[in-house]
């Protein structure tokens, strides 16, 4: 069967083609800034991919998205709100589409292809502009109500900046592309003479490039890595002790979100753990699906749908 | 079918039986202060309701319980520790013995009984010398991989005060009967001279007490009462923007949780919601159960064992 | 011999004239908005009450005055910066004019006729819009290089609120009127029932109503202006560690600034002072000269002016 | 003229011996744990520096000195409390002695012979053990009634962590060798692979050590070096805002205090600095007399108790 699966993040959209559990191709653009704009940038996407024997599409959107309706709330990262997506695009692709959270959908992709393989209980974070969370539960996307899994936004410390949403202090503020941007401009001021700001002199200052000087072994780099990390670490600590699951994964598009952050959050999360002398730290993983996680698990839940695998209310 | 429902918390034991949905017989004791007498108390209670024609007994306790082995692995406020609390029990008394947490069960007999019948994805959060919870998804008790619901030690204030868990600023440090007294604590050595002060010049400060006072129209008691209720709402977001549950119950021991402290949390939790212009505030109800809640839950607990009801391992 | 003196403040201007040490007049208007404005005021309530005799005019200003240049620099509450105000009123007023810090004349108001009558060592705390400071060594004003004595603006919580200032956290973020304002409002918002929260329906929630309602006894008025004290103490113990100083005063607008919030400050001041088993902690005492403290030691150091009392550069 | 100055801190003694200016002779010995003890090895330290010729002795000392009696009140970092230390040293050697806090001297040093020559209006600060504070108003040592300028223990952060003084959040938690220390270990903890780590494997993770590593170009050593010196800044905006010095020196015997930690506070300074859009930062130097200011200072204060220089009460 082929279908087709759009991940539409913060920054960018990126789609892929796939038939019977293989990416055959792939297309990648700028998230538009107008609601109108996305519905076109998504067809632009599924037409170059070629529409041709897609039984179905599948869109991971990051943000609020109304289930099973499809309809995107809100997000404070993506334009427009109350937006009928599933209902525009279908119309306009002349298939049947399924729309959802992009972390719960590389939740799945997780859960079925990638590093939770054979677990059942899962809870996924995505790292990028700002925190996803996908949380799967005896193998099924769990959404409570619709908009479950959005722990970018558990309050962190009441005392923190402003969050994109507008509320102070959200987990995402301190673990994310932004944060780790924000860390290292502290730490260029501060050290204007350093390697690091020199090495930051002609070039942007964003997650990405913060990320790829860590793995290139720049040690104040990895250092501001690890203080992600261990922000990061400590909110999984929270969801552990509401949620506990068998799996943790992490995942995202900040760089190559690998051990240099993960490492450091196992630590952290082991030294918070609740009850830790009493229990186990569940395994926290490194997504293995890479930037190419929501996408393959839109494509997964389009495929889904034309199978009629029960995907009730929740 | 007759059962016994006991519920164990950190100061507390209330045993009840129940016939048909009915409860015949009560039985409150003191938390003892060692593993064995725990199982002593519990024997004790079970002998002195009467075990004739009980066909199981549940045990709801304060802090983190393996299932379905039912063990009690550890908790901050109840005596011992990795204690086979299930199978000592099973031993003494002779007949089916099911253990779980305390808010677990609670959480059971409010969506059976109490305040969130007719929902089926529910949250309750218990108000006591910590904070408990208990998850409902699709009717059934939610535990992941047996611990879930210990959102008391979710992360709220990094800089907070210590926990009794030995972290820093868990949420049940400021949302408790402990982070009441200490309020009130604070007003009385800043005002010893006001009538709340001279209200407790020869009563101890408890949080019964405050709550009483608040209660009895103390405006200063209901000042302090209504910040806990901040506080409580202010994590109750967080709970909402992970699970997204259809209905929050909050219940517990502190004095009468009422309208006193659920008002001003959901005044917060509406100012706090992510996303609160695209969605509505799920219903954040007072339990209905009162201090029986978790007893009752036990009991149904127990019923469902002996008449087989599917609890798979989560 | 008569002298005006005048008290500029973020919100109003008050003018005496002082005979021979005595107030014979005064003049009291509101503050306006533009630095012309300011300069017409203060010409407008000299000319009012009579000019006829006066040797000297001396001007006391909520912000950074250079001295002895008496330009007024900046101000967070005042309209203008880099003002020539001694240059221009003596153009204006035709008599010798002097301006200065107001807490700094108030400082002097209190060690020369006022409640530190005696101590040749004084630091001076002043409550309105902000938090003013004056020092007094030797019983003289002590000013640094110009501007000392800005103590509202000494960090008091990194994770604070946004000072008008500009920065975070400054000491008067929490310890003035708006402080006040903000917690009740808070109050309010809690317990919208409360008769707190009914007595100001219609009335607008003001510092000096909120002090006027803890004066005549509502409880949570005296719970708020407590939780003010409390921050007051707090800072001024770090003074006394910076100054250690024979005594402190507090004076300023925030209402009848007296018992109701220097009591707690006393309190808390005594819990925290360095070194508290092996010293004594200075007196603190309320301002004997009201809202008036200003202006009078506006005129005080306007006939120290003529009278030649050496007022060296500090 | 011979005098000796004495330098007791925390972890040391340094003494030396000054004749018309020039140090001629030092001992240093390690700082006693009972007050017995400290007596006797400044009696010790002067007797190996010969008293022959000596006309007088100073002691600085870290902690709470009463002026002119020369008891030492108490310190945290330093034996003993209310101790008549200048009374005792008189009896033992025989000629006339000053004791006076440590930074004071220091501050008197830095003034006379160091890097505030010139400068009329002096804040010296001392990193260390903890934080230490001098100040110099028209030539002379200020000390308020006796104890100014231990600023180390003004509020800097309400949730931060306890100090040695028993109080939570004094400036000199976050600014000082322990506070390096305390960075340094979160460092390596967080990545125990790092370069950073390796370096203190088989080493004693102290302030002198990291300090020598910024100081041999180690970057992770220079950014804790630096944000130790971000929190000494944002203190020292402090202080002149209260103050308004002429100048601040920054010393003390955090392994060479040098441009590693002061450039970084200059910058934070200049970003927090009180109207700065109207006033000049005031120079922020680093002291020139390095770890032999306090003693230096010593010497000189008991030169001028020879020679008569009024020394009033402050």
Chains 1, 2, 3, 4 share one sequence.
């Not at 203080?227 to 799996?247: F, K, N, T, W, Y």
Request: glycine share 14%; aromatic share 4%; with cysteine.
């Amino acid at each position: 069967m082929a279908t087709i699966g759009v991940d539409l993040g913060g920054t960018k959209i990126l789609a892929l083609r796939c038939e019977d559990g293989t990416v055959v191709a792939r297309h990648r653009t700028t998230t538009p800034r107008t609601p109108d704009g996305t519905v076109a940038a998504i067809h632009e996407a599924a037409r170059a991919l070629g529409l041709e024997g897609v039984e179905a599409v599948g869109v991971g959107i990051a943000g609020l998205v109304r289930w099973p309706e499809g309809s995107f709330a809100w997000g404070p990262h993506v334009a427009g709100s109350d937006l009928p997506l599933r209902i525009e695009l279908e119309g306009t692709l002349g298939v049947p589409v399924v729309v959802d959270n992009d972390a719960n959908v590389a939740a799945l992709a997780e859960h079925r292809l990638g590093a939770a393989v054979g677990y059942r209980n899962v809870i996924m974070v995505t790292l990028g502009t700002g925190i996803g969370g996908g949380i799967v539960v005896d193998g099924r996307i769990y959404r409570g109500e619709s908009f479950a899994g959005e722990w970018g936004h558990m309050l962190y410390d009441p005392h923190g900046i402003l969050c994109d949403c507008g509320k102070r202090g959200c987990w995402e503020t301190v673990a994310s592309g932004p944060a780790l941007v924000r860390l290292a401009r502290e730490v260029i001021e501060l050290n204007p003479d350093s390697s690091f700001a020199v090495r930051f002199a002609d070039t942007p200052v964003t997650g990405e490039a913060i990320t790829a000087a860590a793995d290139a072994g720049d040690e104040i780099a990895r250092g501001l890595v690890a203080q992600v990390g261990a922000h990061l670490g400590r909110g999984i600590c929270s969801l552990i002790a509401i949620l506990d699951p068998e799996v943790v994964v992490v995942g995202g598009g900040l760089g190559s979100v690998g051990e240099s952050v993960v490492a450091p959050a196992r630590r952290v999360a082991a030294d918070c753990l609740h009850g830790s002398a009493h229990r186990m730290l569940p395994p926290i993983l490194v997504a293995a699906l890479g930037p190419d996680a929501g996408a393959i698990g839109a494509a997964l839940l389009a495929a889904d749908h034309v199978e009629g695998v029960s995907e009730a209310r929740r």
